[in-house]
């Protein structure tokens, strides 16, 4: 029988694949596609922005997806070795897959928080610089001498003060370092530098501006921080309660699990997480942080 089932999937995937090449006869056009499909459904992209926040751009998003998911795979066959029960497996890998989402959530905003605070105070810096007569290439390496701490390695890799050619290619620079970090706050600041560079637009008011508009923006992030700092700490509490529980249930008295065991329990347990995952999701959307959307440029060049 095992045979004849791993004969139907071999045929079934050879099927597939001939549909596949009769459909589209340029392999690396529907490979292409197939992978631009891929990247929409994983969220690559935002997975890239999320770690380049989080100050982690040194780990590829393909591969912080795929040891999320795989995290997640395992935690699911261990719940259900574990226990023995289908949903208890299934809600042992949404868990983990959903408290390793909550934990670059948790490190993506603070990271995030402390970066826009050093950008604020570099930007008051950079506009006294320009009031007191400077330009903006002077302004970017006193950032890089002397700017806030967390802030003076961003500009650095801008201002590169041992390279000859460092005014001539600011503005690629900028535009380069903009898409690494995916920072809103730096987005706006890059822009106002290009425009001042190559359409020669006054940067000591665009400067003033952000920092006023972004000082407001950062204080109600801290404000709204504290406020949901007890309905998170609710909603990990939600999370991690009842797998501790059903930990102990299996330890201390496993025969009391035995009726979710029975197809009737598993569907009766099904429901029973499926209600509570609703109750969650939407006490997770009434206190999720708005996302502050990026500015997108279609293009750098003069």
């Known amino acids: ?30 490979r292409a596609r197939l992978a631009q499909r891929a990247a929409r459904v994983l969220a690559v992209e935002r997975a890239r922005e999320d770690l380049a926040q989080a100050g982690m751009p040194w780990l590829p998003a393909e591969a912080w997806i795929a040891l999320r998911v795989g995290g997640s795979v395992v935690a699911g066959l261990v719940s259900y070795l574990a226990f023995g029960v289908a949903v208890l497996g299934l809600v042992g890998c949404l868990a983990t897959y959903h408290l390793l989402g909550l934990a670059m959530e948790h490190r993506r905003r603070r990271r995030q928080l402390e970066r826009q605070q050093a950008l604020l105070e570099a930007i008051r810096y950079g506009a006294s610089v320009m009031a007191r007569g400077g330009n903006a290439t002077e302004m970017l390496m006193a950032l890089a001498r002397s700017g ?17 050619e460092t005014r001539f290619a600011l503005p690629d620079r900028v535009a380069a370092l903009r898409d690494r970090l995916a920072e809103p706050l730096f987005d706006d600041l890059a822009l106002a530098l290009i425009l001042h560079w190559r359409r020669g637009a006054k940067l000591v008011p665009a400067l003033e501006a952000i920092a006023q508009e972004w000082q407001e923006s950062v204080q109600l992030q801290r404000d709204a921080r504290v406020m949901r700092a007890g309905v998170e700490a609710s909603v990990l509490v939600l999370t991690i ?41 939407v006490m997770q959307q009434m206190t999720q942080a708005p996302r502050e959307e990026r500015l997108r440029l279609r293009g750098t060049q003069p």
């Open 1 to 30: 029988m095992s045979v004849l089932v791993a004969a139907a999937v071999v045929g079934l995937a050879g099927a597939v694949i001939c549909v596949l090449l009769l459909v589209e006869p340029d392999w690396g056009s529907l």
């Open 148 to 164: 806030p701490r967390l802030a003076r390695s961003i500009f650095s890799e801008v201002a590169d003060l041992s390279d000859d």
């Open 241 to 281: 309660l009842p797998i501790v529980f059903l930990v102990s249930l299996q330890l201390l008295a496993s025969q009391l699990l035995q009726p979710f065991r029975s197809p009737i329990g598993q569907v009766v347990l099904g429901l029973a997480v499926l209600w509570m995952v609703l109750g969650y999701r």
